[in-house]
């Protein structure tokens, strides 16, 4: 939210004098200086690589056997990999569009989609998408964290075992992130950046070495989940969004960008991307593995969250979910980051509040309130992936930098990049509409089994 002028996208701490005179007040200066995304730019491209990370391989891959288990091996296998290969490409798009006007850093995905769009129009079509993935994310880390806890516990409670309910699970969670929501900005959660993006790597690894070692369990079934033909074609729909989940990265690349250093000489890009591409190798080590072991194990049994359906060797399964719950510590600030940013900015750019510690205090306190409440009220976890997958995640990663490429790049119609960037559109309109509709029905499939607060 919160528009910048010209002059703060000219502006970058690190740049040589051939940048254009930096024209800001003092009072705007120091509000870019307190602002998270703004505040530091000494980023090194492995910060890239970590945050990267830490924003993909997270609660979606968890979830990617499951998917699998509503489109069957042949087109989960397709748009598994498919998506891997779309997603790096509209990633690249966005990366190469952070400086594609010389003298200007777009430095949050809604300044670029001002650029393409206009002031209004570019809000009002990037924000609310934007809005919904990250706070989206959280939710539903928060409640895999929540998942995650209460499984270690069940592991590790010898009997007799009081059963916890899950929503003081999902508070203990919470109340981390009280704590490290107001570290100031993205380069001060580099290291829990890096310690979430060590537990991904490790907790994938145990999901499918352990998925591996148990094998193909008895009577598995790769049929669909559903018995009727209707339920057949919405579960679909849900296991596309729950893959589109997998890829969020995006939503945040651009105010990651923004962190990194950059001069005419060395754009910003260059580092970048080599975080970025260093970050999908990293991805396509855990995510195939995990969806296809996962999966293969399992059958159309598999649960919404993998880590649920392991049982042995307690005490490794134990260990991956703690290690589940230390990479979300680490996604969710990832993810709250930009949200506090735009949070921020609208108090002390459009309501003139005064850059304080109180108000960050407050305003950040009541956003994990609030994801926490969603969390504790809606913790479906197989429908939350499906529905958020299609309804925001498809739009920011499939084909909105697709259709801001066409936009501000031009590319000759009917050629080679015009026809990609059209095929890309094409199949993240098909998931955006279809997708919701699957995740929607599978939230209110599992509200039938759940009370609130229990």
Partial sequence: MGTRAPTDQNHDDTTSNDVK??????????????????????????????????AMV????????YSLSHLGWGPGLTMLFGSWILTTYTLWQLVEMHEIIPGKRFDRYHELGQHAFGKKLGLLIVVPQQLIVEVGCDIVYMVTAGQSLKKFHELLCQDPCKDIKLTYFILIFASVQFLLSHLPNFNSITAISLAAAVMSITYSTIAWVAAVNKGVQPNVDYGYRESSRSGEIFS???GMGALAFAYAGHNVVLEIQATIPSTPEKPSKGPMWKGVLAAYLVVAGCYFPVAISGYWAYGNKVADNVMLSLEKPVWLIAAANMFVVIHVIGSYQVFAMPVFDMMETVLVKKLKFKPSFMLRFITRNLYVAFTMMVGILVPYFGGLLGFFGGFAFAPTSYFLPCIIWLII????????????????????????????IGGLRQIIIDSKHYKSFS
């Fill in 409 to 436: 790049c031009k590319p000759k119609k009917w050629g080679l990049s015009w026809l990609i960037n059209w095929l890309c559109i094409v199949i993240g309109v098909i998931i955006m509409v279809l997708s919701p």
């Fill in 236 to 238: 679909f729909f849900n």
């Fill in 21 to 54: 005179v930096d024209n800001r007040t003092e009072r705007e200066k120091q509000i870019d200086e307190w602002l998270p995304i703004t505040s530091s730019r000494s980023a090194k491209w492995w910060y890239s690589a970590f945050h990267n990370v830490t």
């Fill in 58 to 65: 997270g609660a979606g891959v968890l979830g990617l056997p």
